[in-house]
């Protein structure tokens, strides 16, 4: 199932659809969008680069072709992590906190071994995450540097990794200014969008692990404003 | 343009009395009776005083749930610290029926919405009713654009005489640490405004707070029932009282127009008390 993309990617998809002359919606089975890889950023940002290219030519608006790319990739994930629920169950409600926490290890260890083979930039690929960070930056860039500041200081200083749990025990989940929340596409309920010192992360809820990272989400120029 | 709420609140009466023995709210036949306590899981030797307040209280004065602004479980979940942080301080309140009304606080496992004795029903934001007033319970963590859909769906179907919402983060607060979460004021202020909210609670902040009313709704912090920002409140325009010297709670009743508070210190001093008044009975919303 396809998730509705959030009003501010859109109305900037169309914008920017205007500007070139550009027919708004895309498929990700166009020639312009395959074949991009994860893992390798360097090339990935070339390839990413001929692609927009590829897609300014053959008249395809690359911001939504790029949305579309994200949904589609969350939505792998939503299916292969559904599955896994299918099997292990979902979390139960009960006075017991034990049975919720054995739940969710079971539920976190199951999904960790369906995508044994997931890397940092499946979901935030190259193209995606040039889009993220400008969602972010411009975000931000719309704030006061009080309100920065305040943002910043927040995101615990923690690194994680595809796959790790979030430490819940030690380190607080950080506030998602909700006009941020706004620009950025929408997820299915139970995965979020959540900061880890500048980065971005895609965390699952209920299995509380991380699908996706996104370095350097926040720039420079503000982490120590 | 933002519609103006009819018959909305339109009376606010508070009576600051500082510094001298409880007294207990008058018991109304037929009252909604309920407490209020914040940022209370830390499992240490305040929150047990506050707790056993709280249980005196109402003994004398038997409401029959209560309010948590987030921040239930500081720390580590592990089943033990669900009892530690929760279930052994309000033992006797549990043991005597009362119910409890959770929302998530930054510092909270979002898995404490499973645990049935905090009432969320699974749901990171939810409703309930209890008597006349219908409660709406949003996770300020992550006020994303569904739940401020749902907010308003929920809002604009609510029948309710009274309508009071709480979350974690306060959209005022003279709070030095913290302060008014601005952004989450102009998201969900307008709703709040909207369909007739009366009353909004939340925690966060260390302390006890009465805001000066704010577009005809009554705001109020209760973040210090067991953790304390000493001196953390600043002098300014929006505070109407505030408690930053020792931890509090609060317990409340709403009867016919009226609601009727008390803020109690962690030994059992009054700290602040209220009416809030509604004069007619329609919120409906013009456009």
Known sequence: MRHASSHGPIAAALVFAVLIGAPVVASTRSPALAGERHGQPRRGHAVARAQLERAKADRVNPLAATLMQFHDRVDAYWKLRAQVVGKIGTLPKTSDPAVIAERQRALAEAIRKARADARQGDIFTPRIAVLMRRFIASDLARRRPVDRRAFVVEQPDIHLKVNDGYPLSSAPLATVPPRLLKQLPDLPDGLEYRFVGSTLILRDADPNIVVDLLPDAIPARYRNE | ?287
């Open chain 2, 1 to 287: 343009m933002r519609a103006r709420l009819v018959g909305a609140l339109i009376a606010v009466l508070f009576v600051l009395t500082l510094g001298r023995a409880s007294a207990m709210l008058p018991g109304l036949p037929g009252a909604t009776r309920f407490a209020i306590v914040g940022d209370t899981g830390t499992g240490e030797k305040p929150e047990y005083e506050v707790a056993h307040e709280l249980t005196e209280y109402h003994a004398q004065f038997p409401f029959t749930f209560v309010l948590m602004m987030g921040d239930n479980l500081y720390g580590s979940t592990r089943p033990r610290d669900y009892e530690k942080k929760f279930a052994i301080p309000f033992k006797p309140l549990l043991d005597a029926g009362v119910k409890f009304y959770a929302t998530l606080g930054n510092h909270d496992n979002p898995d404490e919405r499973l645990y049935t004795p905090f009432n969320m029903n699974g749901q990171r934001y939810y409703t309930f009713k209890q008597g006349p007033i219908e409660f709406f319970v949003c996770d300020s963590n992550y006020m994303d654009p569904k739940q401020l859909a749902w907010l308003e769906r929920q809002l604009s179907a609510s029948r309710a005489r009274w309508k009071i919402a709480y979350f974690h983060h306060p959209l005022y607060s003279t709070g030095s640490t913290h302060g008014s979460q601005t952004d989450l004021r102009e998201l969900v202020e307008p709703l709040l405004e909207k369909y007739g909210v009366n009353i909004v609670f939340s925690g966060h902040e260390h302390f006890y707070e009465r805001i000066k009313p704010q577009h005809g709704i009554a705001y109020f912090i209760e973040g210090g029932s067991a953790k304390l920002r000493e001196g953390d409140i600043q002098n300014g325009g929006l505070r109407a009282a505030g408690l930053d010297r020792d931890r509090s709670f609060m317990v409340a009743q709403v009867s016919g127009n009226t609601f009727q508070f008390e803020t109690i210190s962690r030994t059992g001093q009054l700290v602040d008390k209220g009416i809030v008044e509604k004069k007619k009975e329609s919120t409906t919303p013009t456009r």
